[in-house]
């Protein structure tokens, strides 16, 4: 026998999953740390998926507890429409199964691996079987699967059906349990907290370790799931389109018109009559050199972008500004949502937003939050064109220190929504480098950072404006006091002076004898009312106005008043104590706001 017929012997197809189980770095679990992030992350986009399909508000469960040795269980339970029981098992148990792939619009997950790969990852380690609740409405039963894949036929090993008792009227509940470690906790929470950033309807309950977070919606709003479309012709390839053809029962123009986007009669004919074939043939008949004269033609008749209002799910500005204000405190924050635009026939769209100050870290490079289709990025930052579009900008330019990335106490967040988002590999950590992505981003990022040069500038200015205020505030009296004692005479109404070069709401807080005198002048033209804050070990029992309100926390009372203002008025309060703490107003713009804390 040759050495040819021997390897002849050894030769064999493989099947999807045996062909990711040697290859599990692929799907996102190279290691055991990354296993529980990437098992939730997929868990998680799914319940968010089906929750926005059935127009429901995501209310989302996430368990993680350690089960004995390294094997920790995974707990994911969402309120969606729940899955027909005969379907169950292929989700679960079969990779490259889904609804979504064949659909032009934009969604979390399209391949079909993402959970399927999480139940192959759960039975390589531990050899325990996925447990899958669900129920699709309260008057059908919820149905309860063990579920496993068969690696050589890529198809699911169901160990047990049975039906179930469970509370919840409609949804789904998965629990995996897998060898892994949870060094990443601090990631794993990351993770959470930019998804609710971004999915700012979403509800999200973790417990793990023993300790529980909760990541609350800040929109009551249902976001409009998006609309397939159909292909649009500069878009697509030759395979694709002779597998449509085979498919097709119609004449060529009819073909062209019901299958494509934006393309109509007029465009149809003229596709037509570049490629030299009749409108009237059916399209089936076409022969495969037909077939490649038509795709040329296509990519030379002028066609209008393809349509992305339906089939796109921008996050919105005010809702990315309310989900990162949730989250993150910071002193100034921007959102831009740039028009919709294509690459390769598919619509997509740029968002992002810039942070500032607050408690963002004053040092090292800036906090870079990437997303694409409203899934966080976590993985591959350095191999992304989003980073590499930031580290183009040049960002002294707006005020900002640059070393490669910027550095300083800023976030910037891009999000990318798109029905085809180009990946680099099929984890899905990093976006390739498509120029008109690139161009998209680079533009909302340059809007942005004008905006938030203008900010720095216009704060810097105010800083200034406040410092020599301050100056005035604490020098005058004491000038005034100076002089009457030299002259002999009572200290002077001081008031009117302050007032011209003032034009604030000046709050003055004086510490005396043991005694605390908190004064409220306003010398602006705004009226209503503010509300003081004074925090300090002081009770504040005595004061001549009693808190609207206070409360105590270890060492420190939170005294909170109420104060009219009008033009010209002074409000005053006195009590007992040693002063310290903070003193802050709310409900009036900063800017009039100047501060003075005394002790005498």
């Known amino acids: 026998m040759s050495l040819a017929d021997e390897l002849a ?98 969604s979390r997950g399209q391949q079909g691996i993402g959970i399927s790969a999480a139940v192959l990852y759960a039975q390589l380690t531990t050899g325990i079987p996925t447990t899958v609740i669900s129920r699709t409405g309260a008057a059908t039963p919820a149905w309860r699967f063990e579920i496993q894949i068969d690696i050589e036929s890529n198809e699911p090993e169901i160990l047990r059906r049975e039906e179930a008792e469970w509370d919840r009227t409609h949804g789904t509940r998965v629990q995996i349990e897998f060898r892994s470690t949870l060094a990443a906790k601090k990631r794993l929470l990351d993770y959470l907290k930019y998804t609710s950033i971004v999915n700012p309807h979403a509800r999200i309950r973790v417990e793990m370790d023993d300790e ?14 998006p609309e397939p479309i159909q292909p649009h012709p500069h878009g697509i390839e030759i395979g694709n389109l002779k597998r449509m053809i085979v498919y097709s029962e119609d004449s060529l123009e009819d073909f062209l018109v019901n299958g494509f986007a934006r393309v109509g009669t007029k465009t149809a004919r003229e596709m037509c009559r570049l490629a030299g074939l009749a409108c009237e043939m059916p399209a089936r008949n076409l022969t495969p050199a037909q077939q490649k004269s038509l795709l040329d033609a296509m990519q030379q008749v ?5 349509p992305t209002t339906q089939c796109l799910s921008p996050i919105g500005e005010a809702l990315i500004v309310q989900g990162l ?106 976006v390739a480098s498509i120029p008109e992505i690139e161009k998209e981003v680079t533009l909302a990022l340059q809007e942005l950072g004008r905006e938030l040069k203008t900010y720095l500038s216009r704060r810097d200015k ?33 008031s009117p002076i302050e007032g011209k070069i003032m034009r ?30 004074d925090i300090s070990p002081d009770t504040a029992e005595d004061a001549t106005i009693r808190p609207d309100f206070s409360s105590r926390m270890e060492q420190e009372v939170t005294k909170v008043w109420q104060v009219p203002i009008e033009p010209g008025s002074v409000w005053r ?8 703490g903070s003193l802050d107003i709310r409900g009036i713009d900063q800017k009039y706001i100047v501060t003075v804390d005394l002790d005498v």
């Open 462 to 494: 105010s800083r200034l404006q406040e410092d020599r205020a301050r100056a005035v505030c604490a020098i005058i009296p004491e000038i005034a006091a100076k002089v009457a004692e030299i002259v002999e005479l009572p200290p002077p109404d001081i």
């Open 9 to 106: 012997k050894k030769q064999r197809s493989i099947s999807v999953a045996e062909f990711f189980e040697k290859n599990k770095h692929l799907l996102g679990f190279d290691s055991p740390v990354r296993g529980i992030i990437t098992t939730v992350k997929e868990a998680v986009d799914n319940s968010l998926d089906a929750c926005e399909e059935a127009m429901v508000l995501p209310d989302i469960f996430i368990g993680i507890k350690k089960v004995s040795g390294e094997v920790y269980r995974i707990i994911v339970e969402d309120n969606g429409p729940g899955i027909v029981p005969d379907q169950i098992p292929y989700v679960f148990g079969k990779l490259l199964y889904g609804s979504r792939f064949h659909q032009i619009k934009q």
């Open 573 to 580: 309060v006195e009590y007992t104590g040693a002063g310290g």
């Open 212 to 225: 529980a977070f909760l990541f609350e919606r800040v929109s009551d709003e249902v976001i409009a799931c």
């Open 504 to 533: 604030k709401l000046v709050t003055r807080r004086e510490t005396r004898d043991g005694k605390v005198a908190i004064e409220v002048r306003n010398y602006t033209d705004q009226k209503g009312a503010v509300t003081l804050y």
């Open 302 to 306: 002028k066609v209008p972008a393809p």
């Open 325 to 430: 204000e949730k989250e993150i405190q910071m002193d100034f924050v921007s959102a831009r949502t740039r028009p919709s635009s294509v690459y390769s026939g598919n619509p997509f769209m740029v968002e992002a937003a810039i942070g500032y100050g607050g408690k963002l870290p004053p040092e090292g490079n800036a906090q870079i939050l990437r997303f694409a289709n409203r899934v966080p990025l976590v993985y591959q930052q350095g191999a992304c064109a989003i980073t590499g579009c930031i580290a183009g900008i040049n960002w002294k330019t707006y005020g900002i220190s640059q070393s490669g990335l910027p550095i300083g106490p800023l976030l910037i967040l891009v999000h990318i929504a798109s029905t085809n988002v180009p990946f680099t590999s099929e984890s899905k950590d990093a």
